[in-house]
């Protein structure tokens, strides 16, 4: 692991543990390019990195420069105070004002849409939060 973006409270990250079959959600990582860098999302337990096939694992070229800015640099203003809530299906409904809703998934039947590449769920006066441009954050 070269750089973390959450979790500093651990020190390195020797593994990343998933379920051993794909049937019950364990990740299976296809790429056999060893020099490849991968942006993962996953959960720490116990010190420990778990991820699943539900998982963000994308490799770190295949994101926009303005997702790349918002993971080095913008995102973590959100991640304490802000919560995406996905929306799956009409009526969407937020559920509390630090909620951004997010409807990539419905409107484009994909996570790759432009919320997701161009956008960041991040808090405005206190306990409200919206969807700002990576773009105006600067280059």
């Known amino acids: 692991m070269t750089i973390m973006f959450k979790g500093f409270n651990v020190s390195d990250i020797q593994f990343v543990h998933t379920p051993a079959m794909e049937n019950l959600c364990g990740y299976s990582h296809r790429s056999q390019n060893r020099s490849e860098e991968f942006l993962i999302a996953g959960h ?23 997702q790349r800015r918002g993971f080095t640099k913008l995102y973590s203003a959100g991640c304490e105070e802000c919560t995406i809530y996905p929306c799956s299906s009409i009526p969407c409904k937020l559920q509390s004002n630090n909620h951004c809703l997010w409807t990539d998934q419905l409107l484009t039947g994909s996570d790759k849409g432009f919320q997701s590449r161009f956008l960041a769920c991040l808090p405005q006066k206190q306990g409200l939060c919206n969807w700002q441009s990576l773009r105006s954050h600067g280059a």
């Open 44 to 66: 720490l337990r116990g010190g420990q990195l778990h991820i699943t096939i539900c998982s963000y694992v994308v490799p770190w070229d295949s994101l926009s420069s303005a």
